[in-house]
């Protein structure tokens, strides 16, 4: 099927009308519908319903908006992998959650350049859903997450056990603040301190709950690799008799697509999980 039929079909899903897709592709209205009849004769289905407002997706469109996503997305991959840059004999493909993504990937990246100078390399940086989604279509070699989902074909190891503990600023430790560190913490949270489960600040992203914390005080939870050096200098302490919660971290990559390079690189993780500190020390933490 020709790239540029799911290209049109996603835009006009997007802006719900042939002529606003027709202008953002830079076509005339005559080829995007040209395209859509093509696209619904190879599938032998209606994919939109037209009227004055516009068009509207069909249940078939409805259904069809994944596999047109999966189309563009390994196209664009494929384009950007082949042919492989001058000097380069294989590709690696790494994601990482955004809290995953410094320093543990990035340092994973950087120790893998020193050891293994060869291979190209491609970081991707991303929520964990749309991650494993794109390892499962082949579009990832591997992927370090919190929460694995466990498909068919897929690895699932752990690389790191990490706590999630409640510390406070030693200068001001209101108010609380919730840190969402994914539906397994709110749950076991919202269960363990119910009195907590109403608050007036909450951060998504840990760090830059963290850089609050630091800077204006609070208490909050938070991973023990990012503790250690504020403790150490006496800006945070850990609550006393505040629940703890298990927060490890996962490694997930296909066994179909298991090779001698991605071994070697798991290796240098694990290398790299082992010699790693405090994280912030990577962040600027300036009280």
Not at 128 to 140: A, F, I, N, P, T
Request: net charge negative; charged share 25%.
């Amino acid at each position: 099927m020709d790239i540029e039929l799911a290209r049109t079909f996603l835009q006009i899903a997007r802006s719900g009308s042939f002529v606003a897709a027709a202008e953002h592709l830079h076509v005339t209205q005559t080829t995007v519908t040209a395209r859509v009849h093509n696209l619904e004769t190879q599938l032998g289905c209606a994919l939109f319903v037209r009227n004055r407002a516009g068009a509207k997706l069909t249940d078939d469109g409805e259904r069809f908006v994944a596999y047109a996503m999966q189309l563009v997305q390994t196209w664009e991959a494929a384009r950007r992998d082949l042919p492989l840059p001058s000097g380069a004999e294989e590709t690696l493909r790494l994601g990482a959650e955004f809290t995953l993504s410094n320093p543990l990937q990035l340092q994973w990246v950087m120790q893998l350049r020193r050891e293994l100078p060869n291979p190209a390399i491609r970081v991707v940086i991303g929520e964990s859903e749309m991650l494993q989604q794109r390892l499962e279509r082949g579009l990832l070699d591997a992927v370090l997450v919190y929460r694995p989902e466990y498909r068919a074909g897929m690895q699932v190891v752990q690389v790191m056990e990490e706590k999630l503990i409640q510390i406070e600023s030693t200068r001001n430790p209101e108010p609380y603040i919730y840190v969402d560190w994914g539906p397994d913490f709110r749950r076991e949270h919202d269960a363990a301190l119910p009195e907590k489960t109403r608050n007036v600040l909450s951060f998504t992203h840990g760090p830059q709950a963290m850089h609050y914390l630091i800077q204006c005080g609070g208490s909050g939870y938070f991973r023990t690799r990012v503790t250690k050096r504020g403790l150490h200098e006496g800006h945070i302490r850990v609550v006393p008799n505040a629940p703890e919660f298990s927060y490890p971290v996962f490694l997930v990559y296909s066994r179909d697509r298991e090779s001698e390079l991605l071994q070697q690189a798991f290796g240098i993780l694990r290398k790299v999980v082992t010699e790693e500190g405090d994280w912030t020390d990577h962040w600027e933490l300036t009280p």
